[in-house]
Nanobody, 126 residues
Framework: EVQLVESGGGLVQAGGSLRLSCAAS?????????IGWFRQAPGKEREGILC??????YYADSVKGRFTISSDNARNSVYLQMNSLKPEDPAVYYC????????????????????WGQGTQVTVSS
């Protein structure tokens, strides 16, 4: 099972930016996995917000135009660049990976079947 470690969370002012990192254990191959980011705010369900896979990518409407997912295959890492942060963005952000060629399957199944990092807290001050 792939191991994931997130970093980069913290406190930022509304309108500001933050970059989260997710490092995957050795042996992880981007060709075989879909990988992305979920977030969970207090009292709310875990929400899949971004995904990249060998067949494409997915951006939730709530983050489209503000958040960007990218990968560095050489470093086995995925990044989440968050710009124009809003008061509704605070949550624990999780990196998750699933053996899948599509983001649609990833979004349906990652909660039950995926490998997860420990999460990193993002707080936005107004």
């Amino acid at each position: 099972e792939v191991q994931l470690v997130e970093s980069g969370g913290g406190l930022v002012q509304a309108g500001g930016s933050l970059r989260l990192s997710c490092a995957a254990s050795s042996g992880f191959t981007f060709d075989d996995y879909a990988i992305g980011w979920f977030r969970q705010a207090p009292g709310k369900e875990r929400e899949g917000i971004l995904c990249i896979s060998s067949s494409g990518s997915y951006y939730a409407d709530s983050v489209k135009g503000r958040f960007t997912i990218s990968s560095d295959n050489a470093r086995n890492s995925v990044y989440l660049q968050m710009n124009s942060l809003k008061p509704e963005d605070p949550a624990v952000y999780y990196c998750a990976a699933l053996k899948s060629f599509t983001c649609s399957w990833y979004l349906q199944s990652a909660v039950d079947l995926g490998s997860w990092g420990q999460g990193t807290q993002v707080t936005v001050s107004s």
